[in-house]
Structure formats: C-alpha cells, structure tokens
C-alpha cells in the first residue's frame, strides 16, 4: 500500500526553524508531484507547498513566500519543507501530499492530490 510519512515537526520557538520530510513508500513517487499543506487548529486546511516531479517548478502560498523552501530528492524518494523565521500562527498539522499530475491552476487545492500523510504537528511558541 502505497504510504506517505511525515516527520521533523516539533516544538520551536517563535524565529526559529524547522525542516519536515516526508518520505514515500514507493519508487513510483520519483514520478509524481509533491506538496505541503497545513491544518491550523480551528481552521481548515491550507496549501502550503508544492515541487513537480522533477523539482524543476515550485508553487508556495502566500504564508511560505520568502520563509519557506521546499524541495525533493527523488533517490530518496522524499520531499522536504525547511521552515525558517516561524511564528506562532504557523502552529498547525502539516501534511504531505502527492499525485501523479498537477497544473498551474490546481496545485493549491487539496482535492488535486491523491495520496496523503498521516501529518506532523509543529508549534511555534512566543
């Protein structure tokens, strides 16, 4: 069964950084479109983050924008989301997501990806 698997989330204080990984059980993911979304509490959930296949584009959200810095290394077959200069409203259940297509117009849409993690909470104390 195919399995996404996040880890690196934690608790940071606020200014400080982070970097989660999400690793994937198969090699069919080298092909396949990665991306970081997050869950604040309360909220719904929110697209962080996402690389195409081959790490040649990548898309942020306004939130990650100049922060945040995603990436891949498709030998390992994983995807990686370094978090730098956090604050405390980037307290959130992060997620990792794949599929094997994504476009210019639906990458930031959750419904857009088949296959999900389980999710790493990270929160940024004050």
């Known amino acids: 069964q195919v399995q996404l698997v996040e880890s690196g989330g934690g608790v940071v204080l606020a200014g400080g950084s982070l970097r989660l990984s999400c690793a994937a059980s198969?090699?069919?993911?080298?092909?396949?479109?990665m991306a970081w979304f997050r869950q604040p509490p309360g909220k719904e959930r929110e697209f962080v983050a996402a690389?195409?296949?081959?790490?040649?584009?990548?898309f942020y959200g306004d939130s990650a924008k100049g922060r945040f810095t995603i990436s891949r290394d498709n030998a390992q077959i994983a995807s990686y989301l370094q978090m730098n200069s956090l604050k405390p409203e980037d307290t959130a259940v992060y997620y990792c997501?794949?599929?094997?297509?994504?476009?210019?117009?639906?990458?930031?849409?959750?419904?857009?990806?088949?296959?999900w993690g389980q999710g790493t909470q990270v929160t940024v104390s004050s």
């Open positions: 690389i195409d296949w081959n790490g040649a584009l990548t």
């Open positions: 198969e090699h069919t993911f080298s092909n396949y479109a």
């Open positions: 997501a794949a599929d094997s297509v994504i476009s210019l117009t639906n990458h930031r849409l959750s419904s857009a990806y088949e296959f």
